[in-house]
């Protein structure tokens, strides 16, 4: 490793974290002064100054840290990177013999070291502190369990499960229905308006129901105001487990996909784009890089500030790609792996593109 690599490595990690410890920080102070009412017992709990710093804001970094990480390194690489065009760096260096390629060379590995870090920061480091943080904010802030609603449950290979929404609190639900299938298709369905369970008798009631029982012969119909039954499920099927991804790692993301496939719910490509972000939010840093470095090696007349107001629109347009793409991945319209991986292509091709362009 020669003296201008080292230079141009110790320049990018110390740019980048300077930029994203003020940005953490900036992003603490809004924080604060938006839940100050909840810290001082607006939900009846008051935590301990203890607690605020070491429970809830050391657990609060990591998750912002890595949601601006590949941001702030495209914004980091073209300001050093343009100080360096400013000052005529980049022309000594290049002018000493040094191709365009051993140029880039270090701001690639840097990138890349950047990018396997994030990759464990990711879906190791992060996951724990959101586990503390919700933890808190459950206790301290008052929040109430979110509602699952359109549940979508395989109970057995031919038998499935439909419920409009379920509120845990009261273990009541609402439009509920069962259909059984075999090869000649839809054999069973029960339908029932209201269901609610008695934890006591581990037994269902359900209110203002209608059956349907389909054979070769054809179709009976039966109509009831109440059943009491049970069922071999319980309402932890239909806990909600969708804001618990983020708490998560990689491993037991992957085992909980596994299991809502098996259960047939409908959540499927949300906690795919989870799974394929944390692999492809790492990879952008090395993309953004390579645009960076030859858009910012030039020396222009608008210097810094006309190349840090180029490198701003294109992380928001990248942003803007992003969320377009993970809309539709989420609503079904797109497939999650494409959706995620979409706005990393097109960047690569544009880094290409500008790479091509620098060298000549």
């Known amino acids: 490793m020669k003296r201008i690599d080292r230079y141009i490595i110790v320049k990018y990690l110390t740019t980048f974290f300077v930029a994203l410890g003020l940005i953490i920080a900036l992003s603490i102070v809004f924080d604060l002064s938006e839940k100050i009412d909840d810290f001082m017992g607006k939900h009846g709990k008051i935590p301990t100054t203890g607690e605020i710093v070491f429970d809830y804001y050391l657990n609060f970094i990591p998750y912002f840290a890595g949601l601006f990480a590949p941001l702030f390194v495209f914004i980091s690489v073209i300001y050093f990177t343009s100080r360096m065009a400013f000052r005529s760096e980049i022309i000594a260096i290049l002018a000493s013999g040094v191709s365009y ?8 590995f840097t990138a890349l070291l950047v990018s396997v870090f994030l ?3 990711i879906n190791f480091v992060i996951p724990q502190s959101n586990l503390k943080k919700v933890a808190f904010e459950k206790e301290y802030f008052g929040q109430r369990s979110w509602t699952p609603r359109n549940i979508h449950r395989r109970l057995a290979e031919n038998e499935f499960l439909y419920m409009e929404f379920w509120m845990a609190k009261a273990s009541t639900g609402n439009k509920f229905s069962i259909e059984r299938f075999d090869d000649s298709g839809l054999r069973y369905k029960l339908m029932a308006q209201s269901v609610k369970y008695d934890s006591l008798s ?13 054979s070769p012969e054809g179709e009976v119909i039966k109509r009831s105001e109440e059943m009491d039954t049970i069922f071999s499920f319980t309402p932890q099927l239909f806990s909600d487990r969708n804001l618990d991804v983020s708490t998560m790692d990689w491993f037991e993301l992957n085992t909980f996909i596994s299991e809502e496939i098996s259960m047939g719910s409908t959540l499927i490509p949300y ?13 952008s840093t090395l993309i953004l890089t390579l645009i960076a470095v030859p858009l910012a090696g030039r020396k222009v007349r608008g210097g810094i500030g006309l ?10 347009t990248y942003i803007f790609f992003d969320k377009v793409s993970t809309t ?12 995620v991986w979409l706005p990393n292509l097109i960047f690569l091709f544009i880094a290409f593109y500008l790479l091509s362009k620098a060298q000549r």
Do not use: C, D, Q
Request: proline share 5%; no cysteine.
């Open 202 to 214: 581990g037994r269902w009631k359900l209110n203002t129901i209608l059956e349907r029982f389909i």
């Open 307 to 316: 190349h840090i107001g180029i490198g701003i629109g294109l992380g928001f």
């Open 119 to 121: 990759i464990f920061f």
């Open 328 to 339: 539709y991945a989420v609503s079904g319209i797109m497939n999650p792996l494409l959706a």
């Open 271 to 283: 906690y795919l784009v989870e799974k394929y972000k944390r692999l492809a939010t790492p990879f």
């Open 101 to 108: 390629k051993r140029f880039v060379a270090p701001f690639a």
